[in-house]
């Protein structure tokens, strides 16, 4: 398991910001109305993505669950070009799922990042992200951007695959 360099340019998503657990009530929510509008658009999308962030001094796996903050991404390989095509599809999806209007448009850049596959339950994680902080330091770099992952299996799966990213520059 050995951490790899990957950069990483504009990505057009459909993005919902939130705060709370993973699973929780906000979360599962913000991902239904990920994909309903998603599927009212007729868009293909990439797997589900998130990034993560706290507002707290400690460290985010210090902090209990209900106050991390998150974006929900789906990345659109063919982003709507049409005009009002996104409040088209949420109009259509409003009585499927009601917070469809927190579904908007975000183009997310980083980079350059520091990438590992962890493969296992998301309560294991931390000892991935700490081989990459380990990578990190060896490298000379540091974060540079909010902790990144991509969901490449289902989020009940019992045997995860999530790839952990973390953007980063060099250390001054």
């Known amino acids: 398991m050995t951490p790899t360099i990957a950069t ?3 990505v057009t998503c459909l993005s919902v910001t939130g705060m709370g657990e993973p699973g929780g009530s906000e979360h599962t929510t913000a991902i ?3 994909y309903t509008v998603a599927a009212a658009l007729g868009a293909s999308t990439g797997p589900l993505e998130g990034q993560w962030w706290v ?17 929900l991404l ?5 982003a709507p070009q049409r005009e009002g095509a996104l409040e088209r599809a949420r109009e259509r999806s409003r009585a499927a799922n009601a917070a469809v209007d927190r579904v908007r448009l975000a183009t997310v850049t980083e980079g350059q990042c520091v990438e590992l596959l962890h493969e296992g339950p998301f309560s ?38 999530t790839l952990l990213r973390q953007p980063v520059r060099p250390a001054e």
Do not use: C
């Open 32 to 34: 239904g109305a990920l």
């Open 8 to 10: 990483h340019g504009p």
């Open 74 to 78: 789906l990345p659109l390989p063919d």
């Open 124 to 161: 294991e994680e931390h000892l991935s992200l700490k081989v990459m902080e380990d990578f990190m330091t060896e490298h000379g770099l540091i974060a540079n951007g909010l902790h990144h992952e991509i969901y490449l299996s289902a989020l009940d799966d019992p045997a995860p695959r």
């Open 55 to 71: 507002e707290d001094e400690r460290h985010g796996l210090q902090v209990p669950r209900e106050q991390w903050r998150w974006h």
